[in-house]
Structures are given as structure tokens and as C-alpha cells.
């Protein structure tokens, strides 16, 4: 049970948040007695409704990603000033809209803004690649002076960070403006989008539904273009899932190849299991490759020596891409509207010349499940509930429900389970490194998830993403169609059309381990092949 | 205790290796009686006194290191059936003097040769980069057909290998010449050269020192020039130390990027330690980076799903380089040789021009060593011992005392210590981390050893190269002088300098984590240094 001296907390830090919005950015009450839960409701429609944006704050936000963005701050064609504050405003929208944020830095923005606008006429160069571009970033992540609970009540009372993550001093020097942090599901280990400290994150193509998670606030705030460019985490899908429950773009690097020091500490050091990676949330597939390409040509192995020292490369963009195709798997059968993107997204592949292949005898995806499962079974203490218990907190259902018995039952943590997950981890990958072998494949194109985003709570164990986090392999997520009640039939015990109408679609590309730069060219290419 | 039974299969396998040495290569008996391995006898002095080598087989045995010789096969100046008979030959004195060999495979070589010269002439171009060169390998590596005991006596009864090592495939496809195997220790878990199996190898430089271990037979062999290319595996030093002890050159990749699959059983699945690493035994620096540049460019990857999908990067060679210097460390000082060479080759370096940096407080050696010795001790069923009671045989003295309780008691291998390693590593990594950042170091120059070669059993605890294992550092071994009696003073109770008198020294070379490009580039640069 959270005490009232807690729940004190937790209304203050509320509080706190909401006063960095200024009231002319305040959505009138009329629209925000509308929003909660359960509304079915866009969060597009509602910004549409405010008639808060103006004309131009619209073209900022909504017209150009972040490459394109940085070409403009680049030549002065547009200032860091009025780019920041456009972003900084959409995402007060999105805050009220969606409830996306933790931390709101709009002031050291506008200044930093203002700061880079100084620099560019005084040096006549930017500072680095992301010049004068706002960038937002997962709770997670440590900002010197700011708050990182990662919706913990106990964290509450953690002081305010005391240096940067090695991401955020990267992101710094090479002149990105900071002005937000993003929601988080309780303990992070969820893809959803609550927790007690800040409450619901909401999808913004439709309020009743998950935007999934864990960087839940990356998702909704990206998705509704509250930001064009994110640093999250993922170590089972907390990337991709939201970036596809939110129609974003975005991508799981190779573990430790973007600099994963210093984050809000979650799991102890140590950890045996599943390695967790940053990566980008995105609204283009270029903006994917501009921050990994960007901060991996900024050595952070330099800086952070859990980092890998493996250079970015450059890989030659192929005009006849070899994609193994891998629809579902039984043992998750996938909604229609995950089914009917993937069928028509191949259909667009193989008209523009690329060579597909589907896979007839793929690997098991329950192996990978339950291999996933006891890979972050392996902390006997429990870690992550004790953090809740501190502050009295109860895990939430969604939680509490995420590893059914079937997947882990009869599992001990201790060292011979470590042999065997690594053993068993082994064959499995063997059996994928047959097919890449066999088929001679460049990327494998399968769902990003069973669903699209469903109702709050209901996400579920996210086997189609925590597969490639288990073998390490880069996987990037491309927003593709939406769910349609009239074409994605028939409803099922466990999906409802009608429920889902309107959610974003989506498919997921997936490379080798380390082939990092091969996932973000084929994404590109499949992408644009996809925009047709 | 061995058994009859087994006492008769030993000398089975010493009788069938032993046939396939020509009687027209036998060394002379007045020769061989002299050679036991408390001789103070140099193999290259035997080798003269033989007489048994033409001016040519010397010629080609002694003059170029693999790259040249490579350059007169791809030319057709020397044809593969000379190169490789002049090796085989080198190779079988070796065996004679030294005892470096496991499996002689000649008449499989000879053939394999002339079909190379036949390609050549017929197509015009060579097999692979390896074209007619004859490369030793480790007894390890499975080769189909040809046995691998790894010198455990219960391994007598496995049958031959049905398949190829990655490891072999790839140089057969490259157009290597594939001759013999070499000796490794019991078990393999130590830096000397004596099994059941095949006795007692010898370093070539003198007979009555150890060649150091585990790929014993690689270093002598190379060491004598009877091979100018090997491969071993280094899981603690196996490569370095004995390269380091037979004046060779060694080097240690990061773990996986040169492809461990397929070798024989030793370590069981699963295994949370330390990694095993294969790499080359050379004659050369250039040699070094021959060998690992070429495997990786033949994408091990698509072959080994084990093997980093981690790509050859072309690194500019430094005509400054900024080097970071650790002379010793308090715990394990180094012997007089060693010191002595390693303050020659700071000289060199910086009259060189070259930035030497020397590091005022390094981590402790013996933190590595601890955490290296609780790495290697992860495994409560001591698969290795039971390997060696099955067919009765007991830890040799030198493995018994390889482990002294100091450095690992008190612990217990179980899933909380892998966590406490992994902590623990990670500490330990940053410490170097620091300095690798504040130094801005392109490498390290260090001992390669805390001896030269030592007499046998008494090598020790081979801290100066496992500490790189533990942080899979990549590091090479580059020979430099020799001990001498009227310089290595004074005597101490470990260190009698006229029984090391002559031994080879060397220096070690050692970059950060997946930086092996530049490591071979820098090692380059220096034994051209020390070479002046």
C-alpha cells in the first residue's frame, strides 16, 4: 500500500511537472475533461480541436524529420529557437493529451536554443551532427539537475542526477537541445504505459489504447510527432513495440554499441541476463540510421567502457535486397491487421525487385519466448520488486501477469541454469544461422508484435521482439497501414476489430548481430518501398 | 593410475605419429640420445649438427616469413610441393628435437600441394590467400579424418573427426596446406607442454626450459621455424606464452572474431567464463595481421553463428603512435630479462619518435588475476578433471598448483558469483577504461610474462596475459632480445639467470576490446621499431 506521505509525493511531483507548461499552451478544459483511458478518442483530432498550434508551429512539427530539420538549423534557413519552441509546445500538448512526460526542461531548452543560434552566426559551423534539433529521451536516461524516478515511488526521493548519461553528454556536444523526458511502465520490464508515479501514458491514434512500452512516452510522444527524434531502451521490445503501437519509426541496435553508462540504476551491476541497448525512436528511416551512425562515429567506447569499439561502417545501399519473410508462428498467432501489412508489404517488395524468401521450417518462436523468459529470471533477489516494495507499491496486473508458468515453470536461477540458457541460446542462434546461411539473407522481414496496440494492460509477453534481444540481433520497427475493421476480419476470442480500428501497423526488420549498418540500409530501402 | 591397457594405447598413438616421419628425415641417434628435457641443448644447434636439411630446405625454411613466401607461391616462383616438403621436413627434426608434434599429416600435404601447383598453373590464379602455404595447427582444431586427443588418454578412444573445424575449412578453401598438429598441456589449462599422451615437449631455444603452454607444440614448432604460420587458442595466455617463450610472434583477438566452432570437446556448452579465443603463431608482425585479416575477410560469420559479425577495417598505419607503458606490477615483478627488454624497447620507441607514456598507477595485476582465477572456476563439475579420471590419470603437479588458494578461496561458483564477477569485471574494466581515455593510448606496452622461459612445470600463473583474456582485450607478443647471464642480475630465489640464459624475451602489445585492427597495426610498427 503507497502511504499518504507517498501519495503526497506523488501529487507534488505531478504538480511539479505540470507548472513547466506554460498556460498559453494549456489545452482548454472542454477537450481535457474528454481525455482518460478508456476514451476513444485521437489525440490528432484533440490538438485539431485546441487550435493551439499555429500555422507554421504545425509546418515545424509535422512537415520534416530530423535530418531534413538539421539540413534547415544547419544553414540558418530556420533558427534552434523556433524549433525548439515548436517542440517544446507540441510536447506540452502531448503531456496533456497523452500524459508522455516526466520531466519538462523547457527553459534550459529555449536557452540552449538560443545558446546554439549564437554559436552557428558567431562560428558560422554547427556545434555537431544534431545542431540545434530537439532531442527527447527515456526517463532512464540521467540529465545533470534533473529527475530520473522511472516511475518508482521510491525514487521520489532520489536527488536530481549529478553528472549525464554518457548518451546525453554525447547528444550535448554534438549540439542537441534536451527539453523532455519520457514515461516509463512500472519497473520498465512491461510493454505497457503505466505506473503509480505518473499514471497512464495513452496511445495518441487512440486514447483507450497501450502505446505498449517500456519507453511508453518515447512512443506516444514521437507517434504524435511531439518530438521527430528519441533515445530509448529495449531489452525485450521496449523500443519497438511502442515505436510501432504509436506508428514511429525505430531500432534496436546490437547491444552496447550506442554507450549504455550511467543510466538511473534499475538493474543491479552485474546482471547475467538479457543486455539492455539505447536506440532511436524516429518518424523517418534515415533519422534511425542519423543517431546511431552519429553517435557511433563519436566513439563512445572512448567515453563509456562498457561500450563496444566497433567502428561505424558503410554499407553500400543494395538495389535487390534478399529478405527471408517469416509471418507468424504458431504458437503466437498474429492479429489480421499484423498478418494483412506483412502479405501486403511483401507484395510491394517483390513489385520493386527485391528477392523474397519465405521461410518454411523457421526456428521456433516459443523456444525463444521461454529462453527469453529465463534469461530474466536470473536475479534471485528480486531486485526490481524491492525497489516497488520500498514504497509500499504492489506490482500492477500487467506485470504480475507477464511470465506465465508454462514459459519458466520448473526453473531454478542458479549456475547450471546459466550453462543451459547459454547452451540452449547457442543452438537456437545455430538454427537462425542456418537459415541466414541456407538463404543467403540480407534481412529478415517478420511482425513486430502479435497485435497492433491493444487495450491498456493487455499487451502482453512480447515474444516477436524479445526473440531478437535474447540472440542480440539488430532489429528495426517501419510503421506500415493501420488497422481497418472492415478489411481485418474475423474477430476472435482475443481481438476485436473494432477495438483496434485505426491502430498503426507495422512490420520489423531484423539483421545478424553486429550487422547493425545492413539493418538500418535495408530499412531504408524497404521503407521507401513501403511509402509508395 | 593409467592402466595397462591404456599404457598400451599411448604407445600405439607415439608409434603410428612416429611412422610417418621418413626415415631419410630421422634424426641420428648419437643426436637423439643426447635429448631429454633436462638438456641444456638448443634444437637449432642439433638441427646443424644433423646435417639432415639442404642449403635450399634452410633457405626456404629460414629466409622469408609467410607473406613473402606467399608472394614467390602466388608468382609461381617457388611451387607449393618445395615449400611444403621443405616444411614437412623442418617439421619432422622438430618433432624429433622437441617433441612438438601431435599428428603428422605429410603425405595428405604433399598431395594437397601438388594439386595446388596444378591449380595455379591451370587457372592462372591462386585458391585463396593462403595459396600453397603450409600452416601448422594446433591439436584443437578438428581436421576430417585426423585425430584430436588434445593429449587426454581417455581421448585415445574418440574416433577420427568426421568434420572440419570453421577454423580449417576456411583456410582449405583459402588454399592452405594443412601438414601437422601440435602438442598442447594436460588439459590445456596451463602454460606448459606435457600430457600422458605425448610426453613432454621442449622449447627449441633450449631443451631443458619450458616451451610454456597451451598451444606448446605451435610455439615450438613455429619458434624452431618449422612452421612459419600456426593457429592456436588462448584462453589465459595459450598463445602469447609460449609464442613469448620460443621467440616467436603471437596474438590474441577478440574472443570470436576468428571462428571457434567445431573444435574438439573440451569445455562444455554453456560456459560463463572466459572465452577461448584462436589466433596466430607467426614469424612475423605482418604475419600476425596476414592471418587474421584474411579469415575475417572470408566473413567467418556466414559460417559460424558464434563467430562477431564484425568486418576487417583497413586502419591507418601511425607513424607516431601514443603508447602507454606498464612496466610491472608490484605483485608479480618481472624477472631481469624481461625488464630489461621491455626498457630497451621504450628506448627504441621513443627515439623512434613515438609518444611512450608511462603509467604511474595502473590497476592491480592482482585484482585480473583473481578475477581471472574466480572466471576460470565456474564450473562445479569439473568437466576437464573428470575427462582426466577416466582413464585414470591424475593432474599433473604444474595444474595442481596452478590455482593458489589465495586467489580464489572463499568463493563458491554459483549464480551470485557470476554476478559478482561480472561487477567486479566491469569495475575492473573502467579502471583501465580511465586510463585508456585520459592517456588517449593507441596501445599498451607490457611484460608478456613475469619470466622468460622457465624450466618445465614452473611456469606459473600466467597473470600478464590472462588479464587481457578477462577483459578480451586484444594482444600480441612481439620477440625482442634475449636473456644473458652478464646482464639479468641479480640472482633471487625464482630466478637463477644461467639457467634462463638465452631464453627468448619479448614484449606484449594490447588494445582495447574489438580495436584488434589496430593492435596488428601498431605491432607492425613496432617490431619494425625493434628490429633497427
Not at 534550459?108 to 530537439?134: C, I, N, S, W
Not at 503501437?245 to 547491444?255: M, Y
Not at 528495426?476 to 481485418?488: E, G, H, I, T
Amino acid at each position: 500500500m503507497i502511504s499518504p506521505e507517498w501519495q503526497e509525493l506523488i501529487a507534488q511531483k505531478r504538480a511539479a511537472r505540470d507548472s513547466y507548461i506554460p498556460s498559453a499552451w494549456r489545452v482548454p478544459s472542454q477537450i481535457m475533461d474528454k481525455i482518460h483511458p478508456e476514451a476513444n478518442l485521437s489525440a490528432f483530432d484533440l490538438l485539431k480541436e485546441s487550435n493551439l498550434l499555429t500555422s507554421r508551429e504545425i509546418e515545424i512539427t509535422e512537415s520534416w524529420d530530423a535530418t531534413a530539420l538539421l539540413g534547415f538549423l544547419a544553414s540558418a534557413k530556420i533558427s534552434s529557437l523556433e524549433v525548439t519552441a515548436a517542440f517544446c509546445k507540441r510536447a506540452a500538448i502531448a503531456q496533456q493529451l497523452t500524459n508522455c512526460l516526466t520531466e519538462i526542461l523547457f527553459d534550459k531548452a529555449l536557452d540552449r536554443a538560443r545558446l546554439l543560434d549564437e554559436y552557428l552566426a558567431r562560428e558560422g559551423k554547427t556545434m555537431g551532427p544534431f545542431h540545434g534539433l530537439p532531442i527527447s529521451l527515456k526517463d532512464t536516461m540521467m540529465v545533470k539537475g534533473e529527475y530520473a524516478t522511472l516511475g518508482f515511488v521510491s525514487y521520489l526521493k532520489k536527488p536530481p542526477a549529478e553528472e549525464n548519461s554518457v548518451i546525453v553528454d554525447m547528444l550535448l556536444d554534438a549540439g542537441a537541445v534536451l527539453y523532455v523526458k519520457t514515461n516509463v511502465p512500472q519497473t520498465l520490464f512491461i510493454c505497457e504505459g503505466y505506473n503509480n508515479v505518473f499514471g497512464q501514458t495513452m496511445n495518441p491514434h487512440k486514447l483507450c489504447l497501450t502505446p505498449s512500452g517500456s519507453s511508453s512516452g518515447e512512443g506516444a510522444l514521437v507517434g504524435f510527432r511531439g518530438s521527430v527524434l528519441g533515445v530509448g531502451s529495449d531489452i525485450g521490445g521496449s523500443i519497438r513495440a511502442p515505436s510501432l503501437c504509436c506508428g514511429a519509426f525505430g531500432f534496436k541496435p546490437t547491444a552496447n554499441r550506442l554507450p549504455y553508462a550511467k543510466q538511473q540504476a534499475l538493474i543491479p551491476k552485474g546482471w547475467p541476463g538479457i543486455m539492455p541497448t539505447l536506440g532511436p525512436h524516429a518518424t523517418s528511416a534515415r533519422d534511425l540510421t542519423l543517431l546511431f551512425k552519429s553517435i557511433v562515429q563519436g566513439q563512445p567506447w572512448v567515453r563509456d567502457s562498457t561500450a563496444q569499439a566497433v567502428a561505424w561502417r558503410d554499407v553500400p545501399r543494395k538495389s535487390k535486397l534478399r529478405i527471408g519473410v517469416w509471418p507468424s508462428d504458431p504458437d503466437f498467432p498474429v492479429t489480421p491487421p499484423v498478418s494483412r501489412a506483412l502479405a501486403s508489404a511483401v507484395e510491394k517488395l517483390k513489385a520493386a525487385g527485391h528477392e523474397v524468401k519465405l521461410l518454411t521450417q523457421p526456428p521456433s518462436l516459443k523456444t525463444a519466448a521461454i529462453l527469453g523468459g529465463r534469461s530474466l529470471d536470473l536475479d534471485p533477489d528480486q531486485s526490481i520488486f524491492k525497489i516497488l516494495a520500498e514504497a509500499g507499491e504492489e506490482p500492477i496486473p500487467a506485470l504480475r501477469e507477464l511470465r506465465p508458468d508454462e514459459l519458466v515453470s520448473g526453473r531454478e536461477a542458479n549456475l547450471a541454469e546459466i550453462w543451459s540458457i547459454n547452451a540452449d541460446k547457442e543452438d537456437y542462434r545455430e538454427e537462425w544461422g542456418r537459415i541466414w546461411r541456407e538463404e543467403k539473407l540480407d534481412v529478415l522481414l517478420c511482425p513486430g508484435g502479435r497485435t497492433t496496440a491493444v487495450p491498456h494492460g493487455k499487451y502482453g509477453v512480447p515474444a516477436y521482439t524479445i526473440i531478437w534481444n535474447l540472440l542480440d540481433f539488430p532489429s528495426s520497427v517501419v510503421p506500415y497501414l493501420q488497422a481497418d475493421k472492415s478489411l481485418d476480419l474475423p474477430a476472435t476470442e482475443n481481438y476485436d476489430p473494432v477495438v483496434v480500428d485505426k491502430a498503426p501497423v507495422g512490420v520489423q526488420i531484423v539483421g545478424w548481430r553486429f550487422q547493425d549498418e545492413e539493418v538500418l540500409m535495408a530499412t531504408e530501402v524497404i521503407a521507401e518501398v513501403l511509402a509508395r
